[in-house]
C-alpha cells in the first residue's frame, strides 16, 4: 500500500516468522529504536546513512516473536515535538485529516497504524510521544512504567524520562505487544525485570479514578473537556468511583520538564560531531570548527536551540537556578502521584489540551511546548500511561488519558479496555 501520509523514512518487507505471539503481523518501528541492517536516522539529517550493527533489545524481542517489522517510521528530530513538522525529512500528515499534523513526535508511527499500513507500532515517550500522536490519530497509545521495557539500542534524547511503547487500533493490540517487548534485557541496568504477562481483563468495578482539576485548566479544548467528562462518566457507569482531586505540582511540571529533557539531550547530542557519528568533515582543520560546521548544518533549529538551552542550564554559575530547581519541581511531581495513589487508583484527563493542529498552526517552539503539559507529568513521576480514543470534536478523535501507580500498568489497561468495550459497545 502506498505512503500517503509520509509515515515512513524506510520501508522493508521482512517476511516475519511463522510462530511465536505476534507471528506475521505488521509492525512500523520508529527510527530512534536501532535495527540492524536497517537505517536509522532518528529523523535528523545528521544521521542519514547511518545503519546501526545491532538491534535495540525491543527489536529482539519483536523479531523472536515472529513479527514483520514493516518500515521505519517518520518523527521529529531526536523526539524533540509534539506535531512530527520538525523531522528533517518533511512532516508526516494525519491520515484523518491530511491538511492536520499527527502529532508527536512518534507521528509516523501512529499515521501507519491509522493508515492500515502496519498492524501495530513502536513509538517512544519522553513527555508525551506516544500518547499524543496515539490522541491525534485516533488510536491507543500507551506510555509504560519507566523501566519496563529496555532502553538498549534506542538512541538517546533524555534518558530519565523516556521509555519505548506500544501503539496500536485496540487496547487488546497494544496489551499484546507490550507482552512481547517487556522481557527483562540485563543490558538496561535501569530495568525493574516485571515483565508484563497480563491478559486484560476489561474492569474498573470498584477502581477509585481521580480527576485533577489542574487537567481541565486555562488552555484545554472545552469541546475537547466535553468528550473526557463524557468518557469519565462511562467509567463511572462501569463501576468506578470518581473522585475530584487536585495536583499542585501541575504549575511548574513544564518548566521542569522542559529544562530537564535540554540538560539531558545537550549532553547525549554531543557525540553527533562528524568523527564518532554524523558526516565526517575535511581532515586538516581545527576541530572546534569541523564540529561547528557539521552540527550547524545537519541538525535542524529545535534541536540547535535544545542544545543551547540545556547546555546554559546546565553551566556553571546557573546549574542551581535551572536543573537544581527543576529536579526539586519533578519531585513534587513525584510527591504529588505518590500522595494521589494512596488512596486513588487512577487518574483520568484529557490526554492532550486540543484536537489536532493544522500544519503549521504551532509555529512557534513555546506554545509547542505549552501543548505537552497532560502529558509530562507521567514520565517526570515514571508513572504508566494510556491514550485511548474518546470520540471526536469536529471529526477530530479526542485522546482520554489514564494514569496509573508505577509497575500497576496492568490496572491502566483493564481500564482502558473497560472504556473501549463500554464506547463501543
Ligand atoms: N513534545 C515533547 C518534547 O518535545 C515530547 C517529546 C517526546 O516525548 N519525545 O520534548
Redo the contacts with the bound molecule.
Keep these: 500500500m502506498e505512503d500517503r501520509y509520509n509515515a515512513y523514512l524506510l520501508r522493508s518487507d521482512e517476511p516475519g516468522g511463522s510462530m511465536g505471539p505476534l507471528a506475521g503481523r505488521t509492525v512500523a518501528v520508529k527510527d530512534n529504536i536501532s535495527t540492524a541492517g536497517l537505517e536509522t536516522t532518528c529523523g535528523s539529517r545528521i544521521l542519514k546513512g547511518y545503519v546501526p550493527p545491532y538491534d535495540a533489545h525491543v527489536v529482539t524481542l519483536l523479531r523472536e516473536a515472529g513479527a514483520a517489522i514493516n518500515g521505519k517510521t517518520n518523527m521529529?528530530e531526536f523526539?524533540?515535538?509534539?506535531t512530527t513538522e520538525n523531522s528533517g525529512f518533511g512532516p508526516t500528515l494525519n491520515p484523518v485529516d491530511p491538511t492536520r499534523v499527527p502529532g508527536?513526535?512518534?507521528g509516523g508511527s501512529a499515521a501507519a497504524v491509522a493508515a492500515g499500513l502496519a498492524e501495530l507500532a513502536l513509538g517512544?515517550?519522553?513527555?508525551?510521544?506516544?500518547r499524543?500522536p496515539a490522541a491525534f490519530c485516533g488510536i491507543v497509545g500507551l506510555k509504560p512504567t519507566y523501566g519496563r521495557v529496555s532502553r538498549y539500542g534506542l538512541v538517546a534524547?533524555?534518558n530519565s524520562?523516556?521509555t519505548i511503547g506500544p501503539m496500536a487500533r485496540t487496547v487488546g493490540d497494544v496489551s499484546a505487544l507490550y507482552r512481547v517487548i517487556s522481557r527483562h534485557d540485563p543490558r538496561d541496568t535501569t530495568m525493574q525485570g516485571r515483565p508484563y504477562e497480563h491478559d486484560p481483563a476489561p474492569t474498573v468495578a470498584g477502581r477509585r479514578i481521580g480527576v485533577p482539576a489542574e487537567f481541565f485548566g486555562e488552555g484545554v479544548d472545552s469541546r475537547v473537556a466535553t468528550r473526557v467528562e463524557e468518557a469519565i462518566e462511562t467509567l463511572s457507569a462501569c463501576g468506578a468511583t470518581i473522585v475530584p482531586v487536585s495536583m499542585p505540582s501541575m504549575a511548574s511540571a513544564l518548566a521542569a520538564?522542559?529544562v530537564t529533557?535540554t540538560s539531558e539531550a545537550s549532553s547525549n547530542l554531543a557525540r553527533y560531531d562528524g568523527v564518532r557519528y554524523g558526516p565526517g568533515g575535511e581532515t586538516a582543520r581545527p576541530w572546534h570548527e569541523a564540529f561547528t560546521d557539521v552540527r550547524g548544518s545537519h541538525f535542524g533549529e529545535?534541536v540547535r536551540r535544545r542544545i543551547l538551552l540545556g547546555t546554559f542550564a546546565l553551566s556553571a554559575g546557573y546549574y542551581g537556578k535551572y536543573y537544581g530547581k527543576a529536579q526539586t519541581a519533578r519531585a513534587n511531581v513525584a510527591a504529588d502521584f505518590e500522595r494521589l495513589f494512596g488512596t486513588i487508583d487512577l487518574l483520568a484527563g484529557p490526554t492532550m489540551p486540543t484536537v489536532a493542529y493544522r500544519l503549521g498552526e504551532l509555529a512557534d517552539p513555546l506554545s509547542?511546548?505549552l501543548?505537552?503539559i497532560l502529558?509530562?507529568p507521567a514520565?517526570l513521576a515514571g508513572v504508566p500511561a494510556i491514550s485511548v480514543p474518546c470520540g471526536e470534536v469536529d471529526g477530530l478523535p479526542v485522546g482520554l488519558q489514564l494514569m496509573g501507580r508505577m509497575f500497576d500498568d496492568e490496572a491502566v489497561i483493564d481500564a482502558a479496555a473497560a472504556y473501549e468495550a463500554e464506547a463501543t459497545a
Design positions: 521529529d523526539g524533540m515535538g509534539s508527536g513526535s512518534s517512544t515517550d519522553t513527555g508525551g510521544s506516544i499524543c534524547y533524555a524520562l523516556e520538564y522542559y529533557c529545535e509547542m511546548y501543548a505537552d502529558t509530562v514520565n
